[in-house]
């Protein structure tokens, strides 16, 4: 039995110690998630009989090593998995190689030319350090004259000059030399093939093969080195018309290697969360400043904000070719018709965790860190439009889309660019996890709904009543469409909300506003006609003490 098992074991060492098998892996899926990505790649070797070291190239430079698979036929069983980024001595030198023995050949010879010239810059800086320790001789022998001492010191110029620049020229020498020696050293590195340029990472695969004969292997694994995010494209041609969608994505990686022509597959889900489930703790209360979130540009009961950034206003904007996203060839790898609508070639599956776009069409996605735009489907939105105003934050009015029954589009949080009668307006957000039925889509500024904020002095002012201040504020909002057509206009005001019982306020006039008396947040559904102008007044008292000052009035 004893003998047995050294038999076994020395057998397994002859395996294990024959030469690895080198093979390059080739992508042919990716599935990519905010904050990671799944790839999916295939490759084939050649195994013999028993145990075999596979060195596979072209994986991610980083990745996570608990997540590798490798799926192999049932005739090879899969013993280990490493990562690596340095994988050293990748193959043996051919040392009887003719081509391998002249280069050989050659760097003995420079490394032997190196180093005699090594050694004679130290002698010659040894003669000298010798020649300066007895520079003084001359001094100390009183028995020499003058003409003696001169002949010596100009012996001593002519020496010292003479061995620096032969130090000299010998360090030029030396430095061709090395150069010359790290180019025949280069000579003897292994050109690997192209696929293995960028990339680092290597996956060392122990296996133990039964036939001998080629053998395709399936690897998946997970990396953080990619992401994706939601992005959106808004058209319409004016405020009666639907909006048209086109539903986008914005995909980076940075793998260290290209993927070409992959299938890919974007999910909303996170292969890194935390699935432990959550326990309860403690839950205490604790003070926190108020936050005004009007004035942060969030709309009151739409749950998500709408700021719009107008970065090129006015641009004029094709069409027909402003989405970078589309698509513009006009057949497919396998010969058959493109159909414009990128729509057919998306399929969206949605479950109770994570919605995920199954992409039909191949796409190259290069490992250089920058967004690749990807179009996913165009979607056509029935929207009901009206204008909306806050003037004490911004004196202009914004045109928004109303969207219902917005969660069947599976719309995820992103960025929106807006076109508008044919121009770019600017930037705007969709956030569609709020609770309300309906989604507010911000399209941008309409500059012909003017709009002004004034105080009115005559009804303005403060008044002192025994410890009391009272100041009274009063406003006027005329707001006037310059439009063509009718407009309906939302428009929002304030009023304070006091924090103590020792300040008092009173809303004296509001010019029939819907009056949300916890936000202090009055509301006016007004009905412009074209060319018509209108004004609402709002009106109210602060009582407080007159020792104390109130910053934020």
Same mark, same amino acid.
């Given at each position: 039995?004893?003998?047995?098992?050294?038999?076994?074991?020395?057998?397994?060492?002859?395996?294990?110690?024959?030469?690895?098998?080198?093979?390059?892996?080739?992508?042919?899926?990716?599935?990519?998630?905010?904050?990671?990505?799944?790839?999916?790649?295939?490759?084939?070797?050649?195994?013999?009989?028993?145990?075999?070291?596979?060195?596979?190239?072209?994986?991610?430079?980083?990745?996570?090593?608990?997540?590798?698979?490798?799926?192999?036929?049932?005739?090879?069983?899969?013993?280990?998995?490493?990562?690596?980024?340095?994988?050293?001595?990748?193959?043996?030198?051919?040392?009887?190689?003719?081509?391998?023995?002249?280069?050989? =050949?050659?760097?003995?010879?420079?490394?032997?030319?190196?180093?005699?010239?090594?050694?004679?810059?130290?002698?010659?800086?040894? #003669?000298?350090?010798?020649?300066?320790?007895?520079?003084?001789?001359?001094?100390?022998?009183?028995?020499?004259?003058?003409?003696?001492?001169?002949?010596?010191?100009?012996?001593?110029? #002519?020496?010292?000059? +003479?061995?620096?620049?032969?130090?000299?020229?010998?360090?030029?020498?030396?430095?061709?030399?090395?150069?010359?020696?790290?180019?025949?050293?280069?000579?003897?590195?292994?050109?690997?093939?192209?696929?293995?340029?960028?990339? @680092?990472?290597?996956?060392?695969?122990?296996?133990?093969?039964?036939?001998?004969?080629?053998?395709?292997?399936?690897?998946?694994?997970?990396?953080?080195?990619?992401?994706?995010?939601?992005?959106?494209?808004?058209?319409?041609?004016?405020?009666?018309?639907?909006?048209?969608?086109?539903?986008?994505?914005?995909?980076?990686?940075?793998?260290?290697?290209?993927?070409?022509?992959?299938?890919?597959?974007?999910?909303?889900?996170?292969?890194?969360?935390?699935?432990?489930?959550?326990?309860?703790?403690?839950?205490?209360?604790?003070?926190?400043?108020?936050?005004?979130?009007?004035?942060?540009?969030?709309?009151?009961?739409?749950?998500?904000?709408?700021?719009?950034?107008?970065?090129?206003?006015?641009?004029?904007?094709?069409? +027909?070719?402003? @989405?970078?996203?589309?698509?513009?060839?006009?057949?497919?790898?396998?010969?058959?018709?493109?159909?414009?609508?990128?729509?057919?070639?998306?399929?969206?599956?949605?479950?109770?965790?994570?919605?995920?776009?199954?992409? =039909?069409?191949?796409?190259?996605?290069?490992?250089?860190?920058?967004?690749?735009?990807? #179009?996913?489907?165009?979607?056509?939105?029935?929207?009901?439009?009206?204008?909306?105003?806050?003037?004490?934050?911004?004196? +202009?009015?914004?045109?928004? #889309?109303?969207?219902?029954?917005?969660?069947?589009?599976?719309?995820?949080?992103?960025?929106?660019?807006?076109?508008?009668?044919?121009?770019?307006?600017?930037?705007?957000?969709?956030?569609?996890?709020?609770?309300?039925?309906?989604?507010?889509?911000?399209?941008?500024?309409?500059?012909?709904?003017?709009?002004?904020?004034?105080?009115?002095?005559?009804?303005?002012?403060?008044?002192?009543?025994?410890?009391?201040?009272?100041?009274?504020?009063?406003?006027?909002?005329?707001? @006037?469409?310059?439009?063509?057509?009718?407009?309906?206009?939302?428009?929002?005001?304030?009023?304070?909300?006091?924090?103590?019982?020792?300040?008092?306020?009173?809303?004296?006039?509001?010019?029939?506003?819907?009056?949300?008396?916890?936000?202090?947040?009055?509301?006016?559904?007004?009905?412009?006609?074209?060319? +018509?102008?209108?004004?609402?007044?709002?009106?109210?008292?602060?009582?407080?003490?007159? =020792?104390?000052?109130?910053?934020?009035?």
């Amino acid at each position: 039995m004893k003998r047995l098992f050294l038999l076994a074991f020395w057998v397994t060492a002859i395996g294990f110690a024959q030469k690895p098998i080198f093979t390059t892996a080739k992508i042919k899926a990716a599935t990519v998630y905010f904050s990671a990505a799944e790839l999916s790649q295939t490759t084939s070797v050649n195994l013999p009989v028993g145990t075999s070291e596979i060195v596979i190239k072209n994986v991610a430079d980083y990745l996570n090593e608990s997540t590798v698979q490798i799926g192999a036929p049932s005739s090879v069983t899969v013993l280990s998995v490493q990562f690596t980024q340095n994988y050293i001595s990748e193959y043996e030198i051919d040392e009887t190689n003719p081509v391998i023995k002249k280069v050989r =050949d050659s760097i003995t010879l420079v490394n032997k030319e190196i180093k005699k010239i090594q050694i004679e810059t130290y002698s010659n800086q040894q #003669a000298i350090a010798l020649l300066d320790a007895n520079q003084n001789v001359g001094g100390a022998n009183t028995g020499l004259n003058v003409t003696e001492l001169m002949k010596l010191v100009d012996y001593y110029k #002519a020496k010292r000059m +003479e061995m620096d620049n032969v130090i000299v020229a010998l360090g030029e020498k030396e430095t061709k030399l090395k150069a010359k020696l790290k180019n025949l050293n280069d000579k003897l590195e292994i050109n690997t093939q192209k696929e293995d340029k960028n990339s @680092r990472g290597k996956l060392i695969v122990q296996v133990m093969n039964d036939i001998a004969g080629a053998v395709n292997l399936d690897i998946n694994y997970i990396t953080n080195s990619a992401s994706w995010s939601p992005f959106y494209d808004l058209r319409a041609e004016n405020i009666t018309s639907p909006i048209n969608m086109m539903y986008k994505a914005q995909v980076v990686q940075n793998t260290g290697i290209d993927w070409k022509k992959v299938k890919l597959t974007l999910s909303s889900g996170n292969p890194n969360q935390n699935n432990q489930a959550p326990l309860l703790s403690a839950w205490f209360l604790r003070y926190q400043k108020s936050v005004n979130y009007e004035a942060f540009g969030y709309l009151s009961g739409s749950g998500n904000a709408n700021v719009i950034q107008n970065t090129v206003p006015g641009m004029k904007v094709d069409k +027909e070719n402003f @989405r970078d996203g589309d698509l513009r060839f006009d057949t497919l790898s396998n010969g058959k018709k493109f159909s414009r609508d990128i729509g057919n070639y998306t399929n969206i599956n949605e479950n109770q965790l994570n919605v995920s776009f199954d992409i =039909d069409i191949p796409y190259d996605i290069l490992s250089n860190n920058k967004p690749h735009s990807v #179009a996913l489907k165009d979607i056509q939105l029935p929207a009901t439009y009206k204008y909306y105003a806050v003037p004490r934050v911004e004196k +202009e009015a914004f045109l928004l #889309a109303e969207i219902s029954d917005y969660s069947k589009y599976n719309l995820l949080p992103g960025e929106a660019n807006i076109i508008f009668e044919g121009l770019y307006v600017g930037k705007t957000s969709i956030n569609p996890n709020q609770t309300s039925d309906t989604l507010n889509l911000s399209m941008g500024r309409d500059k012909k709904i003017s709009i002004k904020r004034e105080k009115v002095v005559d009804k303005s002012g403060t008044r002192f009543l025994s410890s009391k201040k009272e100041q009274t504020f009063t406003f006027d909002v005329t707001v @006037r469409n310059n439009k063509k057509e009718a407009a309906d206009l939302l428009l929002k005001d304030q009023y304070p909300l006091s924090p103590d019982k020792d300040i008092e306020i009173e809303l004296t006039e509001s010019s029939g506003a819907k009056i949300n008396t916890e936000t202090g947040i009055l509301t006016w559904d007004l009905k412009l006609q074209p060319n +018509e102008t209108k004004k609402v007044r709002i009106s109210y008292k602060v009582k407080y003490p007159k =020792d104390k000052i109130i910053d934020n009035l």
